[in-house]
């Protein structure tokens, strides 16, 4: 994963490693470093962050041996990454639903996203990952537009043996997903996911109308699924999402395939909220918490 990105990093290091720390040596290997991030998928806003936070630390810098230069730009570059990707707020989502039940109340889960990002999968993913922790859970189909999406829902429901909660296609979304929390609140269900309908950022009638289904149910946290594979859109998708409806988390999607990476820098940079999972595979165990240390270790090795 992400091997492009580490190729970039690596680059960058060497090269200022091997130059003089002033503004004149440090501008054409930037410049080049800039168009290398882009093509990687990091937004131009990250890209210009990321530049400049290193230009600002590194020019001028007294080092003695070539050893602890290159150490001192690396750590420079971690602590740069790692003030982009770790939010001010981060979510213990375990922790989060255990509250929840304690109180005899369901934590309720309202998936975002846009057709593609295999946001239905990843709700499934999701349950299997809750039930394993010991979480009774109870899955709402609110995707009331798109054919099939109800069954496809059903269907994980069917494999993980998990109670779907559904209407007839052309209802209310909101309907079903207060429905859901019902039947959960009545049933003693720790966790309630509600599947939405896909729908694209720039359709402002569909953002209302998801706008209105959260605010009917309330959701603990909205969490919006992105596809890491997709570049550029991923942190225009985040920020109009956010700017609409206002998400808690994000979940990036097919990162298994991501040979780039920069979606995550970009994703979190927009809208300053954690990434709480990333989809690795296909099965439903294919589900791994993101660690924003263990993510920025991994693209500077």
Known sequence: MFDRLKSGLKGLVTKVTTTELTTESLDPILSEFTMNLAENDVAFPVVDRICDDLKKRL????????????????????????EIMIPEKTINLLEKIEEKKQKK??????????????????????????????????????????????????????RLGLRVIKHNYGGDPAAVAYDAIN?????????????????????????????????????????LTLDSLIGNDAFMQAEEFHKSIGIDATILTKADADVKGGSALSVTYVTQKPILFIGVGQTYDDLEFFIPTNFVKMILQ
Not at 112 to 136: D, E, M
């Open 59 to 82: 020019v001028g810098l007294q080092i003695k041996r070539l050893e602890d230069r290159k150490k001192i730009v690396e750590e420079n570059l971690r602590q740069i990454l790692l």
């Open 183 to 223: 039947h959960a609140k009545a049933h003693g269900v720790n966790v309630v996911l509600i599947d939405t309908a896909g729908r694209m950022q720039t359709n402002q009638n569909l953002m209302n109308e998801l706008a209105k289904i959260k605010r009917i149910v309330s959701p603990d946290l909205t969490i």
């Open 105 to 158: 109340e369901p934590f309720i889960l309202l998936f975002v996203g846009i057709n593609g990002t295999g946001k239905t999968t990843t709700i499934a993913k999701i349950a299997n990952f809750l039930r394993n922790k010991g979480h009774s859970v109870v899955l709402a189909g609110a995707d009331t537009y798109r054919a099939g999406s109800i069954e496809q829902l059903e269907e994980h429901g069917k």
